[in-house]
């Protein structure tokens, strides 16, 4: 077997044609297509290349030669390293743009359609507005101390940061205590990952431990807890392992709808990461779903009822119906906090045939489908058999939008009335898009 050879190190010279889906930038050399990150259309740059492929290789930029009009300065001083965010040297107005451009070609190259008309990119701030991250920790022997942040742009090892641009403050504001903690631990070489959630007035942390914790340890985490007054959950292993370090917490929690609805959530339920945008994301919905005192919502992959409980009280009755048992649990009992009567809930796998499930046997007039990134392709057929009329369909990841719409316009006689994006993920790639459908 031949040795692999060796990448080069001398930087090579590259002309950026455009932006992949990811944002990196898009160059040639030797007649094959070159993936550059830190690099913009119109730009000269001088690249490092960093992995090579059989149909693409992959590069550094080490220098701007002719810098874009719309590069910026990275605000966070561990950009360059840090693969939280793939776009801060990009203006944000620009992002927004290229993402509603995704959004566009993938409706271009995979349904062969485009919307009737552009919906306005919804946008808030661009700065601490994630509330909801997964952390890696890393013990490093060298530097003699533990490393916790988002992985490095290569993936392989934990970026070194103090501090985070992107996450809301109370988060931002723990990484260096986070590290102190667990530097001084005796298993700082057992812990691969914390995950933080900011509710509305708690943080919690869920520390993963590969091995069981000495009572120093525990002492350590007791103190830590009371002194930043937050809510720390262990996990030894698997989901079902997360157990609370304190047994008498308070329910987390957000408001949404100028605080007219609250929902509570546990430490690992998964919750939209951008409360501002979420509440933006939400009034748009309700806004193409154009509802009424008449309507019969179905809400499928409703979670935690995001969208469920909002739509509740504008219409006759919503239905909501999930795959995981524990969302559904969570969102009955919202509906019981936030005295909804109007609201049913079910658990249910939607990649299967429910056209004999209970909850299909009634009749809709409106849908909302908010999918995973896999998309809600089984489903479809299922959707237009209700009969509704309008459909909103909440995206994730615009090429499933983007082949669900293949089938919903070509095959299941809807239209595609309109669409945008929305940037749930300032500084990053990630499209986050909503589309409206009505019947022909």
């Known amino acids: 077997m031949g040795r692999r050879k060796r990448l080069p190190r001398e930087p090579i010279e590259f002309e950026i044609s455009d932006l992949s889906h990811d944002g990196r930038g898009v160059g040639r050399h030797n007649d094959k297509v070159v993936f550059i990150q830190n690099a913009l259309p119109g730009e000269k740059v001088m690249a490092v290349l960093s992995r090579r492929t059989r149909h693409f290789d ?38 927004i743009l290229f993402k509603a451009n995704t959004l566009a070609q993938n409706f271009k190259k995979m349904a062969g359609v485009s919307p009737q008309n552009w919906l306005p990119p919804l946008h808030h701030v661009h700065w601490n507005y994630r509330r909801r991250a997964r952390l890696s920790v890393r013990w490093v022997m060298g530097k003699e101390r533990v490393l916790v942040g988002f992985r490095e742009k290569n993936g392989r090892y934990v970026a070194d940061m103090t501090n985070c641009e992107v996450l809301v403050e109370p988060l931002a504001d723990l990484i260096q205590p986070l590290s102190n903690l667990f530097t001084s631990m005796d298993a700082r070489a057992e812990i691969p990952q914390v995950e933080c959630s900011a509710g509305d007035a708690a943080i919690s942390l869920i520390i993963r431990h590969m091995k069981p914790l000495s009572a120093g340890d525990m002492e350590r985490l007791i103190a830590f807890e009371q002194h930043y007054e937050l809510q720390i959950y262990l996990q030894s292993k698997g989901p ?113 045939d429910h056209s004999k499930s209970d909850w299909f046997d009634q009749q809709y007039t409106k849908v909302l489908i908010d999918p995973p990134r896999s998309g809600a392709w089984d489903i479809l057929p299922l959707i237009a058999a209700t009969g509704a009329e309008t459909l909103v369909y909440v995206s994730c990841h615009p090429a499933s939008l983007a082949r669900d719409a293949e089938q919903l316009v070509n095959e299941l006689g809807y239209q595609l009335v309109s669409a945008g994006v929305m940037d749930m993920f300032p500084h990053t790639s990630h499209v986050e898009s909503m589309a409206l459908f009505t019947k022909v």
């Open 58 to 95: 992959e590069a550094v930029a080490v220098e701007v030669l002719n810098p874009s009009e719309n590069r910026v300065a990275a605000r966070c001083q561990f950009y360059d390293n840090c693969n939280g965010c793939t776009m801060m040297h990009l203006e944000p107005q620009q992002q």
């Open 240 to 352: 079902d392992t997360i157990r609370p370090l304190n047994q008498t917490q308070d329910p987390l929690y957000f408001s949404m709808m100028d605080e007219a609805l609250k929902m509570e959530f546990l430490p690992n339920d998964f919750i939209q990461v951008n409360k501002h945008m979420n509440e933006k994301m939400i009034g748009q919905a309700l806004q193409l779903l154009d509802l009424s005192t008449d309507d019969v919502v179905l809400d499928l992959f409703c979670g935690l009822g995001n969208f469920t409980l909002p739509m509740a009280s504008q219409v006759s009755k919503v239905v909501g119906v999930e795959g995981d048992a524990g969302l559904i649990e969570r969102a009955r009992h919202n509906a019981e906090i936030n005295q909804l009567q109007n609201v049913e809930f079910h658990c249910a796998d939607l990649t299967q």
